[in-house]
Every structure is written in structure tokens, then in C-alpha cells.
């Protein structure tokens, strides 16, 4: 049974995991949206959750025996987000996509935060009765 709770709450765990990693890199884009030479930088994170679930997911890549392990949103790898419009400065953050893109994760973290408490929800009614 408390196996069967841990592989239900993993899911959710790795999900949110994945989203609060996101929502930082985006905000990052936001925040450097005026640096000159800033390059925007997001995951797919269909590709990372599935990494995530599937375990598959290695930490970060060590060239040296020496190199620490890493923790948190493993498995991620960020890339460069191509710019629709060029600037002068050689900034790649639009803004518009950019908080496009945030709103539209957050929405997605804060419904992934409600099927969770959904979930507690009923199984805290099954154990009460």
C-alpha cells in the first residue's frame, strides 16, 4: 500500500519538480530581457517528464571522476530558444513569448497542484470513512 502511495505521489513530485525548474528558467529569461547578449533558454518538458518517469533520467554529465553529482531537475537539458525577430544587441528574449510561456506553465503547476490535493483529498475521505 505504501508503495502504491509513493509511485502515485512520485508522479506529482517529479511534475511539480519540473514545473518550479521551468518557472525559474522563464523568469530568468524575463528578468535578462534588457542584458545585451542574453540568450533565452527553456526544456521540453514533455521529453524531461518522460525522462523523469521513466528513470532513465542521469544526472549531470561527468567527464571526471572527481565531478560532484548534481540534484534537482536532472535529466533537463536547457536549449537556446530561437528568436522570431532579431535584435541589435543580440538578445533573444521576446517578451511576449516569454510570458506566454510562463503564464501558460504556471497554469499548468497550479492544475497540477490541484489533481494533487484532489487526490489527498479523497484518499484522507477513504481512510476517515
Not at 63 to 84: C, F, N
Not at 90 to 115: C, F, I, P
Amino acid at each position: 500500500m505504501i508503495s502504491r502511495l509513493d509511485e502515485e505521489f512520485s508522479f506529482y513530485q517529479k511534475a511539480l519538480n519540473l514545473r518550479s525548474a521551468r518557472q525559474q528558467i522563464l523568469a530568468s529569461n524575463i528578468v535578462n530581457a534588457d542584458t545585451p547578449n542574453y540568450k533565452a533558454r527553456d526544456f521540453d518538458f514533455a521529453a524531461a517528464m518522460q525522462n523523469a518517469v521513466s528513470k532513465t533520467a542521469s544526472s549531470l554529465e561527468t567527464t571526471d571522476s572527481r565531478h560532484m553529482q548534481g540534484g534537482g531537475a536532472s535529466g533537463v537539458k536547457l536549449q537556446y530558444s530561437m528568436p522570431y525577430q532579431s535584435s541589435l544587441d543580440g538578445n533573444t528574449v521576446e517578451m511576449d513569448v516569454e510570458r506566454n510561456k510562463y503564464m501558460e506553465n504556471s497554469v499548468h503547476y497550479e492544475a497540477d497542484l490541484t489533481v494533487l490535493t484532489s487526490r489527498i483529498k479523497i484518499m484522507l475521505s477513504a481512510i476517515t470513512g
